[in-house]
């Protein structure tokens, strides 16, 4: 299985992970969910995303970039006083027994990984509490203080009139790659919208070709920039690990047949809803809602239901 060799899903805002801890038992016992703990967790309400946006910043731990302070990593654009490093993209918070099967997988992954190869994972934070994925509309993006406002006033306006309805995406495989904005390489799930859907999911290309646009008004580079006939369907991911070292062929293999596993069935039956946009500047959130019902929206394949 080749590396993919498009942008990283990470942003330069991205909580620090955890490094995977390997396992005692094979049989995967020690990290079942209990049923009754399950069952109360997956009965409840889910919380609306302006509640996750309020709790979304990270403590700043130092005023200069440290690699020491974040696993090693480097900021692919160095932070500037005065500056504002900024993203846009959606979430996805997985359930607890989604969470528990991705952390099965990146366990069974990080078994086969040779002593030396540190395997981190994007889905707990330092303190044990589950982290929330995305799906990457831009790259890192660094906005000036006088130009903050007015790109959130466009790219807002833009997806406001992008008539894309809330839509969902679907886990369709695993894969490694080599970013070039940052010297790690990535575990990612591709996303589709729907496996016979052509060209791939039409409502993330055009959230991305809205989100390119404006980015480009500000002199900001463009998320997945190809030449206008090349299709970027297929590059949509959820990153859900990463590693300094750079998986060979027999990993890269290893991994992909770990995924198709029976145990991991589910993985490709799970909905990821998108039913809106984030535009993280500095370390305010803003959610932008997807809307049915305005013109120029592309035919939308959705599996969420009614």
């Known amino acids: 299985m080749a590396l993919v060799d498009y942008s990283s899903s990470g942003s330069e805002s991205e909580p620090d992970t955890q490094p995977v801890k390997r396992r005692k038992a094979v049989d995967g016992s020690s990290r079942s969910v209990d049923g009754d703990s399950a069952a109360g967790a997956s009965s409840m309400p889910p919380l609306p995303d302006t509640f996750h946006d309020l709790y979304a910043s990270t403590v700043r731990q130092s005023v200069v970039d440290d690699p020491s302070l974040h696993q090693g990593r480097k900021r692919h654009i160095p932070h500037v006083v005065g500056n504002w490093p900024s993203h846009v993209y959606t979430e996805w918070h997985p359930s607890t027994e989604q969470h528990g099967l991705l952390t099965t997988l990146i366990a069974d992954i990080e078994e086969h990984v040779s002593s030396n190869t540190k395997l981190f994972n994007f889905l707990t934070s330092d303190l044990g509490s589950p982290l929330p994925l995305h799906i990457s509309l831009s790259r890192p993006l660094s906005l000036t203080t006088s130009a903050k406002d007015e790109f959130l006033d466009k790219i807002t306006e833009s997806f ?48 991305l070709l809205r989100s390119n646009s404006v980015a480009a008004q500000f002199g900001l580079p463009s998320l997945y920039a190809r030449s206008p006939d090349e299709p970027v369907g297929g590059a949509f991911h959820v990153s859900i690990g990463w590693t300094f070292h750079l998986p060979g062929d027999e990993l890269s293999l290893k991994t992909l047949q770990l995924f198709k596993q029976p145990k991991f069935d589910d993985i490709r039956k799970w909905e990821i809803s998108v039913l809106g946009v984030k535009v993280k500047i500095g370390n305010v959130v803003n959610h932008i809602a997807l809307k049915a019902g305005r013109s120029g929206a592309p035919k939308s394949t959705s599996f969420l239901k009614s």
């Not at 995406?169 to 990535?186: G, I, Y």
């Not at 496996?195 to 999911?201: C, G, H, R, V, W």
């Open 160 to 207: 406001n009139s992008s008539g894309i309805a809330p839509f969902a995406v679907k886990p369709q495989s695993l894969a490694w790659f080599r970013s070039p904005d940052s010297d790690r390489t990535f575990l990612i799930l591709r996303v589709a919208s729907g496996p016979d859907t052509k060209p791939l999911n039409p409502e993330l290309t055009s959230l």
